[in-house]
């Protein structure tokens, strides 16, 4: 069992950055894979960004490819967004998840609010 918790969401203009931070608790999520999905207002949840713990190999949707960065520091056991020119199209409920069986995402964390005005 893995716990995730989300932060660093908030309300930036349209070109601002901000870096989401996803910290586990419970166990650690070396050899694991995390990602980030976010759902905005009347939309489906859809796939941000994923990063693979043991290579470091990542994968993006097409929309967030060259602003946003993924990365994870191993010894704080934390997933890292950073996202650079934000666009009011970004504006969702970031979350947090972890594949702890492969390859389904089965641990999730609360979300956190990114708004982006225009």
């Known amino acids: 069992q893995v716990q995730l918790v989300e932060s660093g969401g908030g309300l930036v203009q349209a070109g601002d950055s901000l870096r989401l931070s996803c910290a586990a608790s419970g166990r650690t999520l070396n050899g694991h894979v995390t990602g980030w999905f976010r759902r905005a207002p009347g939309k489906e949840r859809e796939f941000v960004a994923l990063?693979?713990?043991?290579?470091?190999?990542?994968d993006y949707a097409g929309s967030v490819k060259g602003r946003f960065t993924i990365s994870r520091d191993s010894a704080k056991n934390i997933s890292y967004l950073q996202m650079n020119r934000l666009k009011p199209e970004d504006t969702a409920i970031y979350y947090c998840?972890?594949?702890?069986?492969?390859?389904?995402?089965?641990?999730w964390g609360q979300g956190t609010q990114v708004t982006v005005s225009s």
């Open positions: 998840a972890a594949q702890i069986r492969p390859p389904t995402w089965d641990s």
């Open positions: 990063i693979n713990w043991s290579t470091g190999g990542t």
